[in-house]
């Protein structure tokens, strides 16, 4: 069965300082990975995604994400935080040989970042 | 949101009512989706269709029923037997390596 699992409900950081957004996921076989943001009352806007190739993926709005196959990990990451960032952050995957199937969504990790 | 439109934002339903939310994409996708949203659970598949006049039931498809006659609108109908459906709906569609493009939403209150 496929699952995604983000650990953290809530992260909080101040602005200028890293930020970190933990998914771990388990799929069958190889996985399609991606992470999306939502601001309130708002459809998800995608920001980023794996799917081959080399394991640090760079995407929207400075995020980016590295994929570790042995940890079955695939946190989000930014240098430095800005306010702006504070949003609910979404995991998800799917089956890489399941085309057309829906992802699995993590429960999503909102992220706060203080001035 | 580019290329997927939902509507309406806003929809109020009264109990024993059916209501249907429209969604629309430009995007020639093949795959659209319909989520549910709640508090502090993420987003839950209802139904998907990954072709014209096909549809299967996601995970929580009871009290819901969709259509697919036009590969461009997956519409969404809540109907009476949902019992809580007061909840954010969101429609996607997805390109061939799965990646998924959202609507706005509309966000549905039973009075």
């Known amino acids: 069965a496929q699952s995604v699992a983000q650990p953290e409900d809530q992260v909080n950081v101040a602005e200028g300082n890293p930020l970190t957004v933990k998914c771990t996921y388990s799929?069958?076989?190889?996985?399609?990975l991606f992470w999306y943001v939502q601001y309130p009352n708002r459809g998800l806007q995608f920001l980023l995604k794996?799917?081959?190739?080399?394991?640090l993926v760079k995407g929207s709005y400075g995020f980016e994400a590295e994929f570790n196959k042995s940890q079955t990990s695939f946190h989000l990451k930014k240098p430095s935080a800005l306010v702006s960032d504070s949003a609910l952050y979404f995991c998800?995957?799917?089956?890489?040989?399941?085309?057309?199937?829906?992802?699995?969504f993590g429960k999503g990790t909102t992220l706060s970042v203080s001035s | 949101d580019g290329g997927i439109t939902q509507s309406p934002k806003y929809l109020f339903r009264k109990e024993g009512q059916n209501v249907t939310l429209s969604c629309e994409q430009n995007?020639?996708?093949?795959?659209m989706y319909w989520y549910r949203q709640d508090p502090g659970q993420g987003l839950r598949l209802i139904y998907y269709?990954?072709?014209?006049?096909?549809?299967q039931k996601g995970d929580i498809a009871e009290g819901y029923s969709v259509s697919r006659e036009k590969k461009e609108s997956f519409p969404l109908t809540v109907t009476s037997a949902q019992k809580n459906p007061t909840a954010f709906y969101l429609c996607?569609?997805?390109?061939?390596?799965?990646?998924?493009?959202f609507g706005p939403g509309t966000r549905l209150t039973v009075l």
């Open positions: 996607a569609s997805s390109s061939r390596d799965g990646e998924q493009f």
């Open positions: 799929v069958s076989g190889n996985p399609y």
């Open positions: 794996y799917i081959t190739g080399d394991n």
């Open positions: 998800a995957v799917r089956d890489i040989y399941q085309a057309g199937t829906a992802l699995i």
């Open positions: 995007l020639n996708h093949d795959a």
């Open positions: 269709s990954q072709i014209v006049n096909d549809f």
